[in-house]
């Protein structure tokens, strides 16, 4: 079992940058994959970043490439989303998740879940 907690979010203007966090608890923090998934209104929750447990692989979506780095702290049974360059279309409450799955892309396949943050970029 594990819980998650994400803090960090905010308000920024398009360019600014934030870095999110996601404090885990529960001894098997670090063999889980863990993602950031985000959900703006009327939209469906979408992958973001994730990154495997021993942190040495991460994949990304196409449109935060490059701006968005994801790392974890195992010792710290933290994982951390690092946002610059952010853009409007980043607005969203962005949600932590937790697991094992074999699609790291899909929400679905996550059964341990945070709170979310808000996340607004204004033009």
């Known amino acids: 079992q594990v819980q998650l907690v994400e803090s960090g979010g905010g308000l920024v203007q398009a360019g600014g940058s934030l870095r999110l966090s996601c404090a885990a608890s529960?001894?098997?923090?670090?063999?889980?994959?863990m993602g950031w998934f985000r959900q703006a209104p009327g939209k469906e929750r979408e992958f973001v970043a994730c990154i495997i447990w021993s942190g040495s692989s991460t994949y990304y979506r196409g449109s935060v490439k490059g701006r968005f780095t994801i790392s974890r702290d195992n010792a710290k049974n933290t994982v951390y989303l690092q946002m610059n360059s952010l853009k409007p279309e980043d607005t969203a409450v962005y949600y932590c998740?937790?697991?094992?799955?074999?699609?790291?892309?899909?929400?679905?396949?996550?059964?341990?879940w945070g709170q979310g943050t808000q996340v607004t970029v204004s033009p």
């Open positions: 529960g001894r098997t923090f670090s063999s889980y994959t």
């Open positions: 998740a937790a697991d094992a799955p074999r699609d790291v892309t899909t929400a679905q396949a996550y059964n341990y």
